[in-house]
């Protein structure tokens, strides 16, 4: 009996199994981190590659940036968000500069949020029909937001598509915190 458990060994048909059993439990671990990447980039958010210079010089046209559905945060001034816009069928990418009642008015090439001066927007011309030179002061109502691009001169935003419902977000920018 004893000869017959060596010459098994010997003869390697024991170590199928281990393989086996490691190619099962390697297959199950991958089948699960697949299952929950889907989940998760169903569920909460999705890696996007932006093709605008919008919000160029942070982010540039080829960079991929992570987004957070918009019904998990409450986008605040100051974060980047994706919109739906009503007047055209794109998706754009812009900072909110104002919410929820404050005035935004252009003078003069500078931003003005409730009469303060935001920053310098340095326009093209001094022209009044360049809309990162002047812009009549404008009211935002409640649950509706004012959004801007950090590439001021590409007014594809709030300047020409006028002001956005929060129920045109449709996400906002994820920076992860790294705890290393």
């Given amino acids: 009996m004893i000869r017959k458990a060596e010459h098994y060994r010997a003869s390697g048909k ?3 199994k281990k393989w086996r059993g490691l190619l099962l439990a390697s297959l199950i671990v ?5 299952l929950i990447q889907l989940i ?4 909460f958010f999705y890696p996007l590659s932006v ?5 160029s010089p942070e982010i540039k046209p080829g960079d991929r940036r992570y987004f957070v559905y918009s019904r ?3 986008p605040v001034s100051g974060d980047v968000v ?6 055209a069928d794109v998706e754009l990418l812009c900072r909110i500069v104002a919410a929820d009642g404050d005035r935004v008015q252009i003078a003069q090439g500078k931003l003005k949020i409730n009469g303060s001066v935001a920053r310098d927007l340095l326009p ?3 022209d009044a029909r360049d809309l990162s030179y002047e812009m009549p002061e404008t009211e935002v109502r ?6 801007m691009n950090d590439n001021h001169l590409n007014t594809n935003d709030s300047r020409a598509h006028g002001i956005f419902s929060r129920n045109q977000i449709v996400a906002k920018v994820f920076k992860p915190l790294l705890l290393f």
């Fill in 14 to 16: 024991g170590s199928n």
């Fill in 30 to 34: 991958v089948t699960v981190a697949v």
């Fill in 40 to 43: 998760l980039r169903q569920l």
């Fill in 51 to 55: 093709t605008s210079d919008a919000m």
């Fill in 72 to 74: 998990l945060s409450t």
């Fill in 82 to 87: 994706l919109i739906k816009s009503a007047r």
């Fill in 124 to 126: 093209r011309t001094s």
């Fill in 142 to 147: 409640p649950n509706f937001i004012f959004c």
